[in-house]
């Protein structure tokens, strides 16, 4: 099987696969997997082209991630993980205690993780304070993840911010009235969360797709090919994240990205 190509996330000197393997199966949602299992698959997904693996420091999933680091060279993968941290303070002690829990030296993006609108004000304090970071050389980009139409677009605007993290998929509204768990939209409508992650984009912010096939969404996971080739061929959009938790899984993707 060829391997997923890398592309470049933005304008932060990143080469990262154009499929992310999201780890949160791997923990949160248990399905039994243990650490040295789950670092198998992941650097069997390596073998695959596979290089972008996301986390965060409420998934469980760090030590995953970890056993996978120790079966690749470490500049041959991107880790992406999250913090819910809210204050500098905290964000300092969550990047720490990420790079202990994972083993490595550095991360190559650190995410404020679900960013509301009512708190996107006061993250510009804990932005400064990751800027320190990337500049000692624990991080190398900054982001953040959000399900906010409202966030992104001002987010976009953020010059220290280099990587937004968000929802894309093939839905409409109704589908997303339908299942709003599964595709759990703060405000806005799809559209336009559309339009301003293009324009994000646009500004110069490396663009990482998330639920793209939703929380397992029903009607996503039935027309898995389209979900994912939708998203795959929109021009900015540089990467995608797709939750796995086997091997199998990860081929059939492999092979929609490989197909675009």
Not at 5 to 27: A, I, M, Q
Not at 220 to 247: C, K, P, Q, T
Request: net charge negative; proline share 3%.
């Amino acid at each position: 099987m060829r391997k997923v190509p890398k592309v470049k996330l933005g304008d932060t000197g990143l080469s990262v696969s154009k499929l992310g393997f999201g780890t949160y199966e791997f923990g949160v949602a248990s399905f039994g997997i243990n650490p040295e299992e789950g670092g198998r698959i992941l650097t069997e997904s390596h073998d695959l082209g596979v290089s972008l693996w996301d986390t965060s420091d409420d998934y469980s999933s760090h030590p995953h991630v970890a056993a996978g680091l120790r079966l690749v060279e470490r500049d041959d993968v991107v880790v992406s993980t999250k913090t819910s941290a809210r204050t500098r303070s905290q964000a300092t002690k969550s990047l720490q205690n990420s790079l202990k829990e994972l083993g490595t030296e550095y991360v190559d993006v650190f995410l404020l993780h679900e960013v509301k609108t009512d708190w996107l004000k006061d993250s510009r304090e804990v932005i400064r304070e990751l800027e320190h970071e990337k500049k000692v050389g624990h991080l190398k980009a900054i982001g953040l993840s959000t399900h906010s139409v409202n966030v992104v677009k001002e987010a976009s605007r953020f010059e220290a911010l280099d990587v937004i993290m968000t929802i894309c998929c093939k839905a409409d509204q109704s589908m997303i009235s339908k299942y709003p768990d599964h595709i759990p939209l703060e405000d806005g409508s799809i559209e336009e969360m559309i339009e301003a992650t293009r324009s994000a984009h646009k500004s110069g912010k490396a663009v990482i797709a998330m639920k793209v096939l939703g929380t397992s969404a029903p009607p996503l996971i039935a027309d898995y090919r389209s979900a994912i080739e939708s998203v795959a061929r929109l021009d900015f959009v540089d990467a995608m994240i797709i939750g796995m938790r086997n091997l199998d899984q990860v081929k059939k993707n492999v092979r929609v990205i490989l197909a675009c």
